[in-house]
């Protein structure tokens, strides 16, 4: 078995080989479950329609009760999920009267046709009927039958990122059987003799390493206390975030885009992390090393970045130009000099 960002169950990978199978094929089984729980609310989340009676729009996704996973087997890749979502509706009028309803999908699942969801949208029993239940069971609907296709095509395409299929001959395209076959397969997987023999197939994609260098008007100790201080993330970032500013801490910010984990820390010094952005291979991490120089009256940040794949290059660069020194020295004034 092998473990990627150690302690999110979201990124644990299991890998076995039949050690009987003379053809040396090789499966793989990827839990899903907590990476489409994610995905599934922020899909819904926040979905909106309107017409002439006013408007409505999701807000609040209470239950994403299910499991989800990926097994590659003989090079081929058959794709297990099953779902059970509840929401909350919430619709104003062109008059500004409130009104709150509920929405259950009970049969997402690989052996259903999209076309064949269950929607079930309901106005609560203690609400006036309005037109605006009617509006969401057409347009909105829709709009969620078509968030719910997408999460299947992410799940097949950004969720599989970097599975490698090996065969007796080399590596396998990526293919996917009939979702029928799912729960067949899982169950023959499970079988699989006891004495199988790890594979290492682990994610394999180019990548590079760069460093970059800025000066800010401030000394290391508070530049330093900026990355691990969660008010102060959130202040520069604008937005939300999580930082837990420890060894093995985990950090997440811009509205999910960004996470990873902190791995040393030299207080004043140095900060190691983990980081990567959330469309990057679901197991894949770069390393990012800030050290932090004391030249009298400002302090030199460098960031060495090491393992960002490389079709990601300029925008990992971009982005920490934009979000973290650009925002950083404009949210704390540590850009200017005041005479």
Known sequence: MAKWGEGDPRWIVEERADATNVNNWHWTERDATNWSSDKLKSL??????????????????SKVEGEASINNRKGKLI??????????WTGTSKAGIKYKGAIEVPNLSDENDME???????????????????????????????????YVGFLKTEFT????????????????????????????????????????????????????????????????????NQEMVQAFTHAPATVDGERGGKFRLLDGNVFG???????????????????????????????????????????????VPDNEEERTKEGWKRYY?????????YGARLY
């Open 79 to 88: 794709f297990f999920y099953e779902w059970n979502l509840k929401a909350t």
């Open 116 to 150: 064949d969801l269950d929607i079930s949208v309901s106005l609560n029993k203690d609400e006036p009927e309005t037109p605006l239940t009617s509006l969401m069971r057409t347009k909105g609907a829709e709009k969620i039958r078509e968030a719910l296709g997408s």
């Open 261 to 307: 984990e902190f791995t040393e820390l030299i207080p004043d010094e140095k900060i190691v992390m983990k980081w990567r952005y959330n469309n990057w291979p679901c197991e894949h991490y770069s390393t990012i090393t800030l050290t932090f120089f004391d030249r009298s009256s400002e302090t030199e940040l460098k960031v060495e970045c090491r393992g």
């Open 44 to 61: 819904i989340l926040g979905i909106s329609v309107e017409n002439d009676e006013g408007s409505c729009e999701v807000t609040e996704v």
């Open 325 to 333: 020194f650009e925002a950083i020295k404009q949210t704390f004034g």
């Open 161 to 228: 990122q970097g599975m490698i299929l090996p065969t007796a001959n080399g590596v396998a395209k990526l293919q996917s059987t009939s979702q029928s076959k799912a729960k067949q397969d899982k169950t023959q997987i499970s079988s699989s003799s006891s004495t199988a023999v790890p594979v290492n197939t682990g994610v394999k994609i180019p990548t590079c390493k760069f460093s970059m260098r800025e000066k800010f008007l401030t000394s290391p100790a508070d530049l330093y206390r900026v990355f691990l």
